[in-house]
């Protein structure tokens, strides 16, 4: 995962311009991690 689509996700699913920490930016960006380690492994 690249740092710009990491800021798409936070930018997507914020509460309030530079939110990082709330859950819903938590998990869109583990739930992103998660899809891509899966391609990769295949």
């Given amino acids: ?3 710009d ?3 798409t996700v936070i930018e997507e699913f ?3 311009q530079g939110d990082t ?3 819903e930016v938590q ?3 583990l739930t ?3 899809n ?3 391609d ?3």
């Fill in 5 to 7: 689509s990491k800021k």
């Fill in 1 to 3: 995962m690249d740092k």
């Fill in 40 to 42: 990769h492994l295949r």
């Fill in 27 to 29: 998990i869109a960006l």
């Fill in 14 to 16: 914020s509460r309030h």
């Fill in 36 to 38: 891509y380690l899966t």
């Fill in 21 to 23: 920490g709330s859950p």
């Fill in 32 to 34: 992103n991690r998660i």
